[in-house]
C-alpha cells in the first residue's frame, strides 16, 4: 500500500486544548493528517459537549464542512465515570443518558463511529453482578445506535475487563449486533501479553479503526503504563503488527493517540511520530515506497 492511501487520524487530546475547532482541524490538516478524533472524557468539561445547544452544533458542522478533514469519530470515555455495571442505579441511568447523548450528537455532526472504554466498572470493584449489568447496558444502547445507525466500538483497555480481542468475540457473541464492533488500540494488546498477531486475525472482520500508541508490559512487578509512553520506547513490535495487518488486507483507518495538548510543543512530538510510525509501516511491509 502507497503512504497516501494510508487514512490517518490524530487524537484531539494530542492537539493545544486551547484551540476552536476550526484551528485544531487546520493544524491537524498542516500536519499531514486525514481526520480528527473528539473527545468526550469524563470531565465535566467535556461532557458538556453532549449538551451542546443547536447553535454549536451548527457552528462545530461549519467547522468541519470548512475544513479538508473530517471527524468520523467519538473517544466517550466519559463512562469509567459513569458505568453501565455501577452497584449505583443512579450512575446506570446516567450511563444511559450519556449513551443516548452521544448518538443524538453523532447523527447531528456527522460522527459514524462511537468508540466505548471497555469498562463494566472502573472506580468499583468488578464482579459478575458488574458484568450482567453492563451487558444489560449495552442491550439498550446498541438497541439505540442501531435505530441511528451509528457504530459502537469497543476498545481494548487498560482494564482485565476487555483486555484482548477475544474477551470482544466473547462478548459480542452476547451483544449480537452488527453496530458492535472492536477498536483495537495495539499498544493495550501488547501491554497485556496478547500474540498480536492472533488477536488480529481473529477480530478483522469486526475492527473499525486501530489505536497506535506504545505502552509498557503488564509483569508480576510492574502494573503496566497505558499512557503517554514515547514511541519507541515500549513493548509493541510495531513491524510485526503492521506485517500481520498487510497480511490480512486491512485498509481501515489508523489513529495516533497522544496525549500532548500541553506540551511544550506538541506539533514537533506529532511529527516524531508520524515519522517513527511510518518507518514502521515501511519494516512491516504495509507500506512500499521507500
Given at each position: 500500500?502507497k503512504r497516501?492511501?494510508?487514512k490517518?487520524?490524530?487524537y484531539e487530546?494530542?492537539?493545544?486544548?486551547?484551540?476552536?475547532w476550526g484551528q485544531?482541524?487546520?493544524?491537524?490538516?498542516?500536519?499531514?493528517f486525514?481526520?480528527v478524533e473528539?473527545?468526550?472524557?469524563e470531565t465535566?468539561?467535556?461532557?458538556?459537549r453532549?449538551d451542546?445547544?443547536?447553535a454549536e452544533?451548527?457552528?462545530?458542522?461549519?467547522?468541519?464542512?470548512q475544513s479538508?478533514?473530517?471527524?468520523?469519530?467519538?473517544?466517550l470515555?466519559?463512562?469509567?465515570r459513569?458505568p453501565f455495571?455501577?452497584r449505583?442505579?443512579e450512575i446506570?441511568?446516567?450511563a444511559?443518558?450519556?449513551?443516548e447523548?452521544?448518538?443524538?450528537l453523532?447523527?447531528?455532526?456527522?460522527?459514524?463511529?462511537?468508540?466505548?472504554a471497555g469498562?463494566?466498572v472502573?472506580?468499583?470493584?468488578?464482579?459478575e453482578?458488574?458484568?450482567?449489568?453492563?451487558?444489560e447496558?449495552?442491550?439498550h444502547?446498541?438497541?439505540?445506535?442501531?435505530?441511528?445507525?451509528?457504530?459502537?466500538?469497543v476498545?481494548?483497555?487498560?482494564?482485565?475487563?476487555?483486555n484482548?480481542?477475544l474477551r470482544?468475540?466473547?462478548?459480542?457473541?452476547?451483544l449480537?449486533?452488527?453496530?458492535?464492533?472492536?477498536?483495537?488500540?495495539?499498544?493495550?494488546l501488547?501491554?497485556w501479553?496478547?500474540?498480536?498477531?492472533q488477536e488480529l486475525?481473529?477480530?478483522?472482520?469486526d475492527?473499525?479503526?486501530?489505536?497506535?500508541?506504545d505502552t509498557?508490559?503488564?509483569?508480576?512487578?510492574?502494573?503496566?503504563?497505558?499512557?503517554e509512553?514515547?514511541f519507541?520506547t515500549?513493548c509493541?513490535?510495531?513491524?510485526?503488527?503492521f506485517?500481520t495487518?498487510?497480511?490480512?488486507?486491512?485498509?481501515?483507518?489508523?489513529?495516533?493517540e497522544m496525549w500532548?495538548?500541553q506540551?511544550a510543543?506538541?506539533?514537533k512530538?506529532?511529527?516524531?511520530?508520524q515519522?517513527?510510525?511510518f518507518?514502521q509501516?515501511?519494516?512491516?511491509g504495509?507500506?512500499?515506497e521507500?
Amino acid at each position: 500500500m502507497k503512504r497516501e492511501y494510508i487514512k490517518l487520524g490524530i487524537y484531539e487530546k494530542a492537539l493545544p486544548k486551547k484551540l476552536d475547532w476550526g484551528q485544531r482541524l487546520a493544524l491537524a490538516a498542516k500536519l499531514g493528517f486525514h481526520f480528527v478524533e473528539i473527545s468526550v472524557d469524563e470531565t465535566d468539561e467535556r461532557l458538556a459537549r453532549l449538551d451542546w445547544n443547536l447553535a454549536e452544533r451548527k457552528a462545530f458542522n461549519l467547522a468541519v464542512l470548512q475544513s479538508p478533514l473530517t471527524v468520523p469519530s467519538m473517544c466517550l470515555s466519559g463512562h469509567r465515570r459513569f458505568p453501565f455495571g455501577s452497584r449505583d442505579p443512579e450512575i446506570r441511568k446516567q450511563a444511559l443518558r450519556i449513551m443516548e447523548k452521544a448518538i443524538q450528537l453523532a447523527v447531528d455532526v456527522g460522527i459514524r463511529t462511537i468508540q466505548l472504554a471497555g469498562y463494566d466498572v472502573y472506580y468499583e470493584a468488578s464482579d459478575e453482578d458488574t458484568r450482567v449489568r453492563y451487558i444489560e447496558g449495552m442491550h439498550h444502547s446498541l438497541a439505540m445506535a442501531a435505530r441511528e445507525q451509528v457504530m459502537l466500538a469497543v476498545e481494548i483497555m487498560d482494564h482485565p475487563f476487555m483486555n484482548s480481542i477475544l474477551r470482544f468475540a466473547n462478548m459480542k457473541k452476547i451483544l449480537s449486533s452488527p453496530w458492535f464492533t472492536v477498536y483495537p488500540d495495539i499498544g493495550n494488546l501488547s501491554a497485556w501479553g496478547n500474540d498480536v498477531s492472533q488477536e488480529l486475525t481473529l477480530g478483522i472482520n469486526d475492527i473499525v479503526a486501530i489505536h497506535l500508541k506504545d505502552t509498557l508490559a503488564v509483569t508480576d512487578s510492574h502494573k503496566g503504563t497505558f499512557k503517554e509512553v514515547p514511541f519507541g520506547t515500549g513493548c509493541v513490535d510495531f513491524p510485526g503488527a503492521f506485517a500481520t495487518l498487510k497480511v490480512l488486507g486491512y485498509t481501515g483507518p489508523f489513529l495516533i493517540e497522544m496525549w500532548t495538548e500541553q506540551a511544550a510543543d506538541p506539533e514537533k512530538e506529532i511529527r516524531d511520530a508520524q515519522t517513527w510510525l511510518f518507518a514502521q509501516m515501511r519494516k512491516g511491509g504495509f507500506i512500499d515506497e521507500g
